[in-house]
């Protein structure tokens, strides 16, 4: 059983750092050919695909967000953990992170694990 689980402040200020991880339980994050995401879903909206980290490293980011994101990955913890820069409200939501294959790196709807979720505030 897979099992990947969020973690990270929950209130950050305007202009600052978002940091999160997902630890992952039950695969390894270098198992060919899944990927692990980050997917919010800010209040009263949908879900909303922010960026991937493929088995092999490979980074992908919602166009959107690229310039103010980053993706990495610790092997030997398993785990992967997301940046987002220069955080303003819009960027309050609750962040998930789940498991896709790389065809459908970006597409959520085909993720088959996913974290319970954690809420992300920003507010001053």
């Known amino acids: 059983q897979v099992q990947l689980q969020e973690s990270g402040p929950g209130l950050v200020k305007p202009s600052q750092m978002l940091s999160l991880t997902c630890n992952v339980s039950?695969?390894?994050?270098?198992?060919?050919?899944?990927?692990w995401s980050w997917v919010r879903q800010p209040p009263e909206k949908g879900l909303e695909w922010v960026g991937t980290i493929a088995y092999d490293g490979a980074t992908y980011y919602r166009p959107s967000l690229s310039g103010r994101t980053s993706i990495s990955r610790d092997t030997i913890k398993n785990q992967f953990s997301l940046q987002l820069s220069s955080v303003t409200p819009e960027d309050t939501a609750v962040y998930f992170c789940?498991?896709?294959?790389?065809?459908?790196?970006?597409?959520?709807?085909?993720?088959?694990?996913w974290g319970q979720g954690t809420q992300v505030t920003v507010a001053s």
């Open positions: 789940a498991r896709g294959t790389k065809e459908y790196y970006n597409d959520y709807d085909k993720y088959d694990y």
């Open positions: 039950g695969d390894s994050i270098t198992t060919k050919y899944y990927v």
